[in-house]
């Protein structure tokens, strides 16, 4: 009987042929999804993109921007079938290390307000709401609104 060894899922920097991937979980979680040409860009830019990978397998992803002592977390997903187990947490806190690490003094993002259990996940790590953006995101029908929530690192 031989048990096959799995590699450990690590946190690595995004590369290009991460792509395909990378915009398969998009479209798979947001109904308005980045375009490959967003991750691209991004790259591009020198932004931190970073993945969650185990044996080759991508299944959830980041891009954070940092500037004038501030952090922007401008997208974080998780794969459908891999959230629940804390991997979001995981990789949340690997980018307020990266913020921290990079001198930012505080870190912002934007969430959806629909999305409770994202919104908890962020007032667990720390995060409070600052603000509201009326209509920022598309939504089916129209649009929602962003709650802006700032961690102070």
């Known amino acids: 009987m031989s048990a096959q060894l799995q590699e450990a899922p690590r ?7 991460d792509l395909e991937a990378v ?23 020198g932004y931190h993109c970073r ?20 952090a922007h977390l401008l997208t974080l997903s998780i794969a459908p079938e891999s959230q629940g187990k804390g991997w979001g947490e995981k990789l949340l806190r690997h ?4 913020a921290r690490e990079q ?3 505080t870190m912002f993002l934007d969430v ?5 259990a994202a919104a908890r996940l962020y007032e ?11 209509d920022y995101y ?7 609104d962003s709650l802006v929530m700032e961690l102070v690192l």
Do not use: C
């Open 51 to 70: 993945v969650l990978e185990q044996d080759g397998h991508i299944f959830g992803y980041g891009v954070m921007t940092i500037g004038a002592e501030e």
């Open 23 to 45: 915009v398969t979980i998009e479209r798979e979680v947001f109904l308005f999804p980045w375009t490959q040409g967003n991750f691209s860009d991004s790259l591009d830019a």
């Open 112 to 116: 959806r307000e629909s999305n409770h």
């Open 95 to 98: 980018f307020i290390g990266i």
């Open 124 to 134: 667990r790590l720390g995060f409070r709401q600052i603000g509201k953006r009326k």
């Open 103 to 105: 001198l930012a003094l």
């Open 138 to 144: 598309p939504a089916m029908g129209g649009r929602e």
């Open 11 to 17: 946190i690595r920097r995004m590369v290009p042929s």
